[in-house]
């Protein structure tokens, strides 16, 4: 209840401080009483999410309205990507130009994701690329406030996060270089580990965690010269 609650009262400070266009768009919520759920309306993504381009998942035909006859870089990936297939160097920097606008706008409203990764980054057959999910999201008091909670993907998190120390919005900037790098790479910029305590050791420890980022950027500099 906490969760939803604090997730609409976001999602409409963010709707009366504007249209963005590489933030989700928010329409209203309403109650389901057969259900007994709260159902949130937002805009459609009808090309699926990151997650769904980088590994090959069935995205959703597009809508009556057919894509334009040269859709921008980020249909053509959503369209075209393979299981585990990295994303082209154009399409990458059309990702990345995308989320940093969309996380710029976040920081300049105070507002903290904290769950950045490409299940909630959707992507339009008109070539839009927009973050959702703010069901972690909070907004701090002022540009220079910190929080210190553990919420979000471990996988993702920054290592104040993982640590329980204070952190702000570069916590966002740090998983959104994760999500750009898997999408360079085709697969996680950390290696797996055995369990979620594991993970959550890797992510702290910050002299390991440099060496396995080293040997994924070792790995993106191989892939530049394929």
Known sequence: ?????????????????GVHPHIVGFHGVCYSATDRAVCFGLELM????????????????????PPAADPPPAVQAAD???????????????????????LGWLASHKIVHRDLKPANVLLGTDGSVKISDFGVAKMLEGTMDYM???????????????????FSHQSDVWSMGLVVGECALGRH??????????????????PLLRSCLLHRLGDLWLCGLA
């Open 1 to 17: 209840r906490d969760s939803i609650m604090r997730e609409w009262r976001l999602l409409v400070s963010m709707t009366g401080a």
């Open 46 to 65: 009808d090309a699926g999410s990151l997650a769904d381009c980088l590994y090959g998942r069935a995205l959703p035909s597009p809508l009556s309205q």
């Open 80 to 102: 075209s990507s393979s299981a585990g297939e990295a994303l082209s160097e154009e399409v990458l920097a059309y990702v990345a130009l995308s989320l940093c606008r969309g």
């Open 148 to 166: 210190n909670s553990q919420i979000g993907t471990a996988r993702y998190m920054s290592p104040e996060r993982a640590r329980g120390d204070r």
């Open 189 to 206: 910029m950390l290696p797996p580990t055995q369990g979620f305590y594991e993970l959550f050791l890797l992510v702290a420890c910050v």
